[in-house]
């Protein structure tokens, strides 16, 4: 059984088909409070899976998980007011505008707010932290890719997330907006102690943000550690070597 009181996340012995494609298997990993994750791995590895099945949002096959100590699978209200997503996309609510959209949102988390964590974030103070002042009055329809995104982090932390999943959130961003977007994410960890689990095949970004790194490759773990032990243990330059040594060793047994 998971022992799972102080991990904020805790899977054991995961596994997920789609039909009879076996998609993760066997994916066992935990994350401690106030951590920072970062799941890398090629195109169809299994990383969204893996957040949607932690997020609830997909049933999974076999195994055990648990997030902030409740199976996802059931989690109600109050526990989904504590956990913050920022999917691949969202294309919706484009007649909305900024400001609007974020407060009328938070509204939602209103009946969840504890003295410690008072919720929603007020949509101004919010909106400032993700750099979208000047744009609080536009409709989202006029928003540009990168500030649409900017957007989509905001709805993520409205209701001040425990934990936030972000899935690839920095497709799209200039380097400016990448920047401040890591500044964003150091805050939320180092101010507000947030737990995230991120995304990313940007290995600069995995380096510079996540405390541990976990590879998958064709739905298996094939590394886990720091970005410095990962680089160090499979002596590459960077975690950049490091990854693609170790990807395409696990391809090349994948296809044997
Ligand atoms: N709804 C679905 N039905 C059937 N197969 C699916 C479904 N969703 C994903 N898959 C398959 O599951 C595998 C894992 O997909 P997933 O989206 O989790 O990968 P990923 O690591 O997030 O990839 P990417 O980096 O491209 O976003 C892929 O082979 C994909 O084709």
Redesign the pocket.
Known sequence: MLKAEEDVVAVQGLR?R??A?E??RDVTFRIQPGEVLAVL????????????ILEGFRMRSAGAVEVLGVDPAYGDEAWRARVGVVL?SWRDHSKWRVRELLAHLGGYYAPYATAAIPRPWDADELIELVGLTGQAEQKLKTLSGGQRRRLDVAIGIVGRPELLFL??PTTGFDPVARHEFHALVRRLTDELRTTILL?T?DLDEASKLADRVLI?SG?RIIASGTPAALTTQIAGASLEDAYLTLVRSSEKGQDR
């Open positions: 997920m789609y039909g494609t998609v993760l791995g090629p195109n169809g590895a299994g990383k969204t899976t893996t957040i949607e691949q899935d690839e995304t095949h998958l739905g």
